[in-house]
T-cell receptor, first 115, second 111 residues
Framework: DTEVTQTPKHLVMGMTNKKSLKCEQH?????MYWYKQKAKKPPELMFV???????INESVPSRFSPECPNSSLLNLHLHALQPEDSALYLC??????????????FGPGTRLTVT | SQQGEEDPQALSIQEGENATMNCSYK?????LQWYRQNSGRGLVHLIL?????REKHSGRLRVTLDTSKKSSSLLITASRAADTASYFC???????????FGQGTTLQVKP
């Protein structure tokens, strides 16, 4: 199984809502990532988890809160978002982070609209 | 910005022709990776080339790397309509797993 799954596929939320994005992989990968992608732009890294511990936070606002409950699951909790946070949120995983380089496997993304 | 540049930004060719995309990067890479993204969907890994490699092949794909010029190129031979997508080169770190994406090249292959 080389698939990364993300739920939901689409999400519309108001600025006062709290919601969560979910990501799952069963490839035994020990590194997981969240990216944000705006239309016609490249993905931008938000967070990196290595062995279930947060290893990189790219100065992401605190209204985005990541969580890695176990080695297969990655969540992104959303609270008090702004309309400019509307984007495609991509999850990815790789075998490890440290070494000679590992390909990342991406999920299909969650398209988030903040109203 | 740490992001590299890709050239051209957009490319339109006929089916059967070859497509070449170029990438310039800024950091001291451990590896360079190429990904494809079909419209508004997840990314698919195409090929990874390490900093001590100069050329790599995978099917119809050929990637070159010139670390002295901090540049890479992706060649797709005998293109197909299904190759229509955005292509990104990514600078890879050997310490953090972090990928820095270039701006991307949008390829259209006309049937």
């Amino acid at each position: 199984d080389t698939e990364v799954t993300q739920t939901p596929k689409h999400l519309v939320m108001g600025m006062t809502n709290k919601k969560s994005l979910k990501c799952e992989q069963h490839m035994g990968h020990r590194a997981m990532y969240w990216y944000k992608q705006k239309a016609k732009k490249p993905p931008e890294l938000m967070f990196v988890y290595s062995y279930e511990k947060l290893s990189i936070n790219e100065s992401v606002p605190s209204r985005f809160s990541p969580e890695c409950p176990n080695s297969s699951l990655l969540n992104l909790h959303l609270h008090a978002l702004q309309p400019e946070d509307s984007a495609l949120y991509l999850c990815a995983s790789s075998q490890h982070t440290v070494g000679q380089g590992y390909e990342q496997y991406f999920g299909p993304g969650t398209r988030l609209t903040v109203t | 910005s740490q992001q590299g540049e890709e050239d051209p930004q957009a490319l339109s060719i006929q089916e059967g022709e070859n497509a070449t995309m170029n990438c310039s990067y800024k950091t001291s890479i451990n590896n360079l990776q190429w990904y494809r993204q079909n419209s508004g969907r997840g990314l698919v890994h195409l090929i990874l080339i390490r900093s001590n490699e100069r050329e790599k092949h995978s099917g119809r794909l050929r990637v070159t790397l010139d670390t002295s010029k901090k540049s890479s190129s992706l060649l797709i031979t005998a293109s197909r309509a299904a190759d229509t997508a955005s292509y990104f080169c990514c600078e890879g770190s050997g310490n953090t797993g972090k990928l820095i994406f270039g701006q991307g090249t949008t390829l259209q292959v006309k049937p």
